[in-house]
């Protein structure tokens, strides 16, 4: 597996290998060891996969407070989303800023968030599958989030409008919260 810096500090996005032949591929979808190698200290507790009907589909930006905090291993297996990953670390030198990258079945790209990050994805096909990896279980009391479309974020989305959760279009800008996320990378974050 090879790690890609984002210009993000714990923000990696990783290239699995991938073994194909007539028959088509296998790859290693998660390896303790190889992400240990890598400097990333995550230990997953549980496993989610979504899947959205329609392209333009929205989910995001959500996180979940601490000390519910999750580092997550994300990825597509069906279809193409346009992943988006913002720093939420207060005392980070790239707070409030995002990183966003095409994950798709075809491209098998991973991407590896550690806590203190807000994580959204738009669907960029029908029929696509969403899966991830979380360190931390979900709790409903930790569940937050921020506005998909904050104009302070400069996020690029393509959609301009998406098709959102109610709870997602209510979510409050990042200027409108206090952040309780500091740089913590031994719980979570690619050490190097």
């Not at 000390?67 to 670390?89: C, E, T, Y």
Request: aromatic residues 10%.
């Amino acid at each position: 597996m090879r790690l890609i810096e984002t210009g993000l500090p714990g923000l990696a996005l990783l290239e699995p290998k991938v073994f194909r032949d007539e028959r088509g591929f296998f790859l290693e979808t998660y390896s303790e060891a190889a992400f240990d190698a890598l400097g990333i200290g995550a230990r997953f507790v549980q496993d989610n996969h979504a899947y959205s009907a329609r392209k333009g589909v929205l989910r995001g930006l959500h996180f979940q407070l601490p000390p519910f905090a999750q580092a997550k291993l994300v990825w597509v297996v069906r279809g193409s989303v346009l992943d988006v990953a913002v720093d939420l670390r207060r005392d980070s030198p790239t707070f409030g800023q995002h990183f966003s990258a095409e994950l798709s079945a075809e491209n098998m790209l991973r991407l590896f968030l550690p806590r203190g990050f807000a994580h959204g994805y738009v669907t960029l096909t029908p029929d696509a599958e969403f899966v991830y990896k979380v360190d931390a279980p979900y709790a409903s009391k930790a569940d937050a989030g921020i506005l998909w479309n904050d104009p302070d974020l400069g996020i690029d989305w393509p959609e301009a409008e998406p098709l959102l959760s109610p709870k997602d279009r209510q979510l409050p800008r990042l200027r409108d919260i206090d952040s309780p996320f500091v740089c913590d990378p031994p719980h979570g974050g690619v050490r190097g």
